[in-house]
């Protein structure tokens, strides 16, 4: 079978980089059964019509986009609270089965959540509800009302206060 010009460069290459990497030349035949390798796969993608190959071990990526109104709200992971970034957001995440949920958070606004397919390119617009005047955005740390915190009754001690005299 006649091979490429772009084949036998390949082969070419390959035989040049594993002398490097050995510190000694290919025998004949590891490139010869490399070329029927090459050839079988260029007979295959034809045959098949792919455009690219991918490897096991390449990450593909998937492009999740999130824009608010109005724009330039935070954007953080809800499971750790970790800022990603502002909208109009827009960042290429591994491609893997499931979702991000997302917060987006503005001052003098209702902070909103956002769930995004991590399975493919996705975009989502969040319009942002203004908060009244004299109301504060709840705070999913504080107790409950009408209860007391409870603590361990022990003092804690400030090595940097000054102590009486």
Do not use: C
């Not at 709200?73 to 499971?79: G, T």
């Not at 493919?120 to 005047?133: F, H, P, Q, W, Y």
């Amino acid at each position: 079978m006649a091979r490429s010009a772009r084949a036998a460069g390949a082969l070419d290459e390959l035989g040049r980089a594993i002398e490097v990497i050995t510190g000694r030349a290919p025998a004949a035949e590891t490139l010869t059964r490399f070329a029927k390798y090459l050839d079988l796969l260029t007979t295959w993608n034809r045959t098949h019509h792919l455009t690219s190959y991918r490897t096991p071990h390449e990450v593909v990526r998937v492009q999740l986009v999130v824009k608010s109104t109005p724009p330039g709200a935070d954007v953080l992971r809800a499971a750790d609270g970790v800022r990603l970034g502002k909208t109009p957001f827009s960042r290429a995440f591994d491609r893997i089965d499931g979702e991000i949920e997302l917060v987006v958070k503005l001052a003098g606004y209702r902070d909103a959540r956002v769930t995004l397919p991590t399975t493919k390119d996705s975009e989502k617009a969040v319009r942002l509800v203004r908060l009244r005047a004299g109301t504060r955005p709840p705070d999913d740390r504080a107790p409950p009302e009408g209860t007391k915190p409870q603590g361990s009754g022990a003092t804690v001690l400030d090595p940097y206060e000054d102590k009486p005299k």
